[in-house]
């Protein structure tokens, strides 16, 4: 039916330029990921800041996640439900803007560390608006290929960083020493400034403006972002979309403790906190902010380090792409458990190889641990990269989305603090064993998501409500949703002889 083609993931510009303009704000979240491992090895860095050790190193790492947990789980909910998922953005970005500046212009450790923790508060922010938007802008069809592009534009700043840093590695002069590695923090301000022109001008997420009242802007909203416009056409949708934010408008959740009290919100919630702390438990975290060190470590030199970071990075952007045109083929859980046992095997191969040959004995077993390190990229990029994301999104009600999020993001915020923290300490220490550590954790992983992770492909986000089962706060005798619409007369029945006649 009409209906159904328009509702399902009919493909427009509107909706991908929109998705397009939002990945802007994941892009400057990437960016800061992947340019941090280039300053670390810059001579002009390590001057300014006084040679800093492996301790100090990590705390300028976790310290950004610390922000950014206090930001996930204390702002993201209540700044994306009282401004809408775009206006959030904007809020988010302007605080990893100002959290930028103070990083570049850094004169000591201090300097660098209130930056990076301002700059982490205002992730925390724009981390949870860039998926909740594009969860709830995409038709269900289609949406973890939408909700996709947060993870494409991680990897694409990543992948940026990377090249950026290898690209002013060659400035050798006294002035360059000093200026690349400040230069290199600032270019994260391009698509941060892209973010803050584009997103104003975006349509709002229909679900956050029906939730507020403003059914009108919903309509116009949802017929933009499906590529007509004719209201009728996705009267369907919008209906469902009500529907559901009626059922649960009465019992809207003020206070964070119903999400450990409602053993329907529990469920929904460990998945979530526990899908975004393991996607940094996988050792991601680790490789990507300490790549150069880690591919020296594996037997190359510092130039040819960033070389390799860089194509990295491509790899990552290139798999990632690849990820989006499947995620809705063979749902979540197998791309999250596929994903998880590749990255086990290639911290296996890395860990066995540099604990055989230490000190980069081998060439070959070098060239074997480079080859395994990109080709964890490739089962991070199909899984836990982009889905971690696109799952915690997607499987919370209307009514706490956004806290919802919030909270379980923080996941993501601990797990990076904590590999952040020990990962250099863990080389200098246990050396190659380090990745073992983190092999298990994929291989834990791989087990909990296939034994207790329910599949969310081809569902909308109303449907979703069912299939975690009803929530306790609602009575035994209340209506269901498509029951209050039709008591409500939302469902009319001249749309169903529109469907009829088509």
């Avoid at 990437?30 to 280039?38: A, C, H, K, N, P």
């Avoid at 209130?114 to 925390?124: H, Q, T």
């Avoid at 296996?348 to 070098?366: C, F, K």
């Avoid at 919802?404 to 915020?413: D, F, H, P, Q, V």
Wanted: proline share 3%; net charge positive; glycine share 10%.
């Amino acid at each position: 039916m009409a209906v159904e083609q328009y509702s399902s993931g009919r493909i427009n510009l509107w909706l991908i330029f929109s998705c397009a303009i939002f990945s802007m704000g994941s892009i400057g979240w990437g960016y800061d990921i992947g340019i941090l491992s280039t300053i670390y090895v810059q001579p002009g860095f390590k001057k300014t800041l006084h040679n800093p050790t492996s301790s100090q190193t990590g705390a300028i790492t976790s310290v950004f996640y610390a922000g950014q947990f206090f930001g996930f789980a204390f702002l993201a909910g209540l700044v994306n439900n009282k401004l809408g998922r775009r206006y959030a953005g904007c809020v988010g970005v302007l605080g990893m803007c100002l959290g930028a500046a103070l990083q570049t212009g850094a004169q000591n450790l201090a300097m660098m560390i209130v930056g990076r923790i301002i700059a982490g508060v205002g992730c925390g922010i724009v981390s949870t608006a860039v998926p909740l938007y594009l969860s709830e802008i995409s038709p269900a069809k289609h949406r973890g290929f939408y909700g996709a592009f947060n993870q494409a534009g991680i990897v694409f700043g990543i992948s940026m960083a990377f090249w950026v840093g290898y690209g002013y590695s060659f400035w050798k002069t006294p002035k360059g020493v000093n200026l690349e590695w400040r230069l290199s923090s600032a270019m994260q301000f391009i698509p941060a400034v892209l973010f803050l022109i584009g997103a104003p001008f975006l349509p709002e997420s229909p679900r956050w403006l029906i939730e507020h009242d403003r059914a009108d802007a919903a309509a116009r909203s949802l017929t933009r972002l499906r590529g007509t416009n004719d209201v009728a056409h996705v009267q369907a949708e919008l209906d469902e979309i009500h529907a559901n934010i009626l059922w649960h408008k009465e019992n809207s959740i003020t206070s964070a403790k119903v999400f450990w009290t409602d053993k329907t919100l529990r469920s929904r919630l460990w998945r979530a906190w526990s899908v975004s702390f393991l996607q940094q438990l996988s050792g991601a975290s680790g490789i990507r902010y300490y790549l150069p060190t880690n591919f020296i470590a594996a037997g190359t030199s510092t130039s040819l380090s960033l070389l390799a970071s860089g194509i990295d990075g491509t790899v990552q952007v290139a798999c990632t792409i690849a990820a989006m045109f499947f995620i809705d083929r063979i749902g979540r859980r197998h791309a999250l458990g596929i994903g998880a046992i590749i990255m086990a095997f290639c911290l296996m191969i890395n860990g066995a190889l540099q604990t055989a040959y230490p000190n980069q004995a081998n060439a070959s077993a070098n060239y074997c641990n480079i080859f395994f390190i990109y080709f964890f990229t490739v089962g991070y990029s199909m899984g836990f990269g982009p889905c971690a994301w696109i799952y915690a999104s997607e499987i919370f009600p209307a009514n706490c989305r956004s806290k919802g999020l919030g909270i379980a993001a923080s996941g993501a915020s601990l797990g990076s603090i904590i590999v952040g923290q020990v990962w250099p300490v863990m080389v200098s220490h246990i050396g190659a064993r380090t990745f073992f550590v983190f092999m298990s954790f994929n291989i834990f992983s791989a087990v909990l998501v296939y034994a207790t992770f329910p599949e969310t492909k081809g569902k909308t986000l109303e449907e979703l409500d069912s299939h975690f089962g009803k929530l306790n706060v609602h009575s035994e005798t209340e209506a269901t949703p498509k029951q209050m619409l039709a008591e409500s007369g939302e469902v009319a029945q001249e749309h169903v002889e529109r469907d009829e006649k088509v």
